[in-house]
């Protein structure tokens, strides 16, 4: 499944009950980080075929935990109300659920202090154009199939992960990954959560270059994640 990561505009409106927030899941026309682009009416069908089932999308966390993270990540934290095309992007509106426990304090909070301030959506591309030349694309996708949208940690601005290790990637031999896991080990990780991470990379760099995707995309990554591969990846230059 693919993941498109945007800044997201928390708007708690005032007078408006506890939890409650709206903003945008995807921006027409905005070029992400791995070269995918989204048209206008890419969301249409598949939100027909929510309304049909008279329901949206499930709200997660982090795309569910991802890389890492236990079964309470795969818990929904809220609940979309609402969402619709309009000229910019894909709106949407939400609340957070279970406030009254520790889980759903702490991602309040952090949403309302400005700190969890991303949106992502997790989708299937159905119908798209590869891009020719260096400086279109990679796709541009005009319908697809909505999956979830997750609150996340980052935006499409933050995506420091890419810019670091691309250039380090190139032609990297099989020693070459062992040294970067190592480097991750290092860096704090465990053995098995090394591993994950190093798999994760390799998965999104072979979609980028458009080889066969054989595992998720980086959107939604932790930051402490993103700060270690990055350190990681310098140490082996």
């Not at 952090?110 to 992502?120: C, F, N, R, T």
């Not at 704090?188 to 994950?196: E, V, Y």
């Not at 990379?201 to 998720?216: F, I, N």
């Not at 990554?221 to 230059?237: F, T």
């Amino acid at each position: 499944m693919d993941r498109l990561s945007f800044d997201l505009e928390v708007k708690f409106a005032q007078g408006a009950p506890d939890g409650t927030f709206e903003g945008y899941g995807s921006m027409f026309g905005n070029e992400d980080m791995g070269g995918d682009v989204i048209l206008r009416g890419a969301f249409k069908d598949s939100l027909a075929e929510w309304e049909k089932k008279g329901k949206l999308p499930k709200m997660l966390l982090q795309h569910g935990g991802m890389f890492f993270g236990g079964a309470e990540d795969s818990v929904p934290i809220g609940k979309w109300t609402a969402m619709k095309e309009d000229s910019k992007g894909l709106r949407v509106e939400g609340k957070l659920i279970a406030l009254d426990t520790d889980r759903g304090k702490s991602i309040y909070a952090a949403m309302k202090e400005g700190e969890l301030d991303g949106l992502s959506i997790g989708y299937r591309a159905k119908k798209f154009s590869l891009g020719t030349k260096p400086a279109e694309p990679y796709r541009t996708i005009e319908t697809l199939d909505l999956k979830e949208v997750s609150v996340v940690l980052f935006g499409m601005n933050e995506r420091a992960l890419v810019t670091n290790v691309k250039s380090l990637i190139g032609g990297m031999a099989a020693q070459d990954w062992r040294d970067l896991e190592a480097a991750l080990r290092d860096e704090g990780l465990s053995r098995a959560d090394a591993t994950k991470a190093v798999s994760g990379l390799k998965a999104w760099l072979q979609r980028d270059a458009g080889e066969p995707e054989t595992g998720p995309r980086d959107e939604g990554l932790p930051a402490e994640l993103i700060a270690s591969i990055n350190r990681a990846a310098a140490a082996l230059r």
